[in-house]
């Protein structure tokens, strides 16, 4: 995928993920999607959080499917769609940027007082040093492994996003509730990659802009020799003419090697110049050829080189990092969304009444774990009757939901030894049953934080450990309630 397929992809699984309740796209909407494009993939079939290539395939299609479709649903969705941008740079500033050292390189390149061309007085020694320099920490970093990619750029970053006008824009138009919860998720898995291949396309566009300054200055001793006849000297304090002829010969030798011209070794001495007077100027038009073919063998070519590679390692290092974000959870919700064959799952609660609104938010976890066509049966443990209740539970399928109040503290004498007992009862009648704790945190949103919830989950996680096959949570998010979903 490129860019804007992997954007097209991350935008959807962050309004999917940041709109868990399917107020802006409902369940039913999203398991379509996955009906038309999922062609054949099983949720067995994804292996790990990383992306493989069937997978990746899949998300691509069914991100276009939802971009296809979404043109004829609500308002407030596309809307919440056209905030979903990252930073990224424009074209029109890399052409402006080139434009400037293009005219630069032309300026540079003086070709000195009245008709001489002074070989010494153009900046070729300096291009050439600068450039090596920056050539070979170019090629080491391109040997040295990516690092992780992380954060958000910082303010650069927001400055970039289409400009400061637009990210101020995208910001007010934000309100709380679902929108700013997809624009959140959106930014943490977008906004790093983006960053990261900002930094990259920025580093190829330098690579480029410094083979455009040679290249100017090697138009523009074409361009001004084209009216005017220039004769090529050197002078200098420092070399004599000995080190002079071995000097040029030195800096020449890879355009004469290249263009096969031979440089002109002869005539070093009669172009000295010397008491402001050359003794016999050369023709300065061999000099030109050797000057240019210089910059084009040394500078230009490989700045396009290193501009091409860091191309490439661009596109690989955003494929790579994108498809490390773990995707596995999220692909196998997605598929086993429209899984299942009308499967009997049986739900265990524990000290609570199970509620219309309660059960919303169950179903899902259910669904989410053993299809979109499972059914829950709900049946209710009440607080102090749990050994009597365990005594006379008979198992109905291998398949088994043990629902908790996650803002219960999870005691060993109490949870852990019901779900003890349940499973010994399930293990008489299935060798291999499959027991999933499933935490109700319905009433905890919008009063714990994030942090409080993951906590919790790991103190339940360690009770139940060597018991329950998984333990998960499931959350409805306040600022949701009053929204109705997309029918």
């Known amino acids: 995928m490129d860019w804007n397929e992997w954007q097209r992809v991350l935008k959807w699984r962050a309004l999917e993920e940041g709109d868990a309740d399917g107020v802006l796209v409902n369940a039913e909407r999203r398991r379509e999607a996955t009906v038309y494009t999922r062609a054949g993939l099983a949720s067995e079939e994804v292996k790990g959080d990383a992306l493989d290539e069937r997978s ?22 596309i809307r919440v769609l056209e905030l979903l941008r990252v930073p990224q740079g424009r074209w029109s500033w890399a052409l402006i940027g080139w434009a400037l050292v293009l005219i630069t390189g032309y300026w540079l390149s003086d070709l000195g007082q009245s008709n001489e061309f002074n070989l010494l007085a153009l900046p070729l020694i300096g291009l050439l040093a600068w450039n090596a320099v920056v050539i070979v920490l170019g090629v080491l970093f391109e040997l040295m492994p990516a690092s992780p990619v992380t954060g958000h750029g910082g303010w650069l970053a927001e400055f970039l996003a289409n400009g400061i006008s637009r990210v101020g824009k995208a910001s007010k138009a934000v309100e709380s509730g679902v ?27 330098l690579h480029v802009a410094a083979a455009l300054l040679a290249l100017g200055g090697a138009v523009a001793l074409y361009a001004r020799g084209w009216s005017r006849e220039y004769r090529a000297v050197w ?31 002869d005539q070093i001495a009669g172009m000295h110049r010397t008491a402001g007077k050359a003794a016999t100027p050369a023709p300065a038009l061999p000099w030109i050829h050797l000057y240019a073919g210089t910059m084009l063998v040394l500078i230009v070519v490989p700045r396009l080189l290193l ?7 661009c596109g ?24 299942g064959g009308d499967e009997r799952i049986q739900v265990l609660v524990h000290a609570m009444e199970p509620t219309a609104t309660h059960r919303e938010v169950w179903d899902r976890g259910v669904r989410g774990r053993f299809g979109g066509m499972a059914r829950a049966e709900y049946v209710r443990i009440p607080a102090g009757d749990e050994d009597e209740f365990a005594a006379a539970w008979q198992p109905v399928s291998a398949n088994l939901v043990m629902l908790f109040n996650m803002a219960t503290t999870p005691e060993a004498e109490v949870q852990r030894r019901l779900v003890s007992d349940v499973r010994q009862r399930l293990l008489t009648k299935h060798a291999e049953p499959e027991l ?31 018991l329950a096959s998984e333990v998960i949570v499931a959350v409805r998010k306040e600022s949701t309630r009053a929204n109705p979903p997309v029918s």
């Open 307 to 313: 501009a091409g590679i860091s191309a490439a390692r």
């Open 56 to 77: 990746a395939s899949f998300l691509d299609k069914r991100a276009e499917w939802l971009d296809r479709e979404a043109v004829g649903w609500r308002g407030e969705l």
């Open 179 to 205: 929108a700013a919860a997809v624009r959140a998720r959106f930014e943490e898995l977008a906004w790093p990659l983006a960053w990261r291949r900002l930094q990259l396309r920025l580093r190829v566009w």
């Open 316 to 339: 690989r290092g955003i494929t790579r990092s994108a498809r490390s974000l773990s995707w596995g959870n999220h692909v196998r919700g997605l598929i086993r969304a429209v899984e």
């Open 235 to 265: 002078e200098s304090t420092l070399l004599s003419k000995d080190q002079a002829g071995v000097f040029f010969e030195t800096l020449f030798k890879p355009a004469s090697n290249v263009l096969r011209r031979p440089v002109p070794l």
């Open 436 to 466: 999933i704790v499933l935490l109700d945190g319905t009433s905890l949103a919008g009063r714990w934080s994030a942090e409080k919830i993951a906590g919790r989950e790991q103190l339940w996680s360690q009770m139940v450990e060597g």
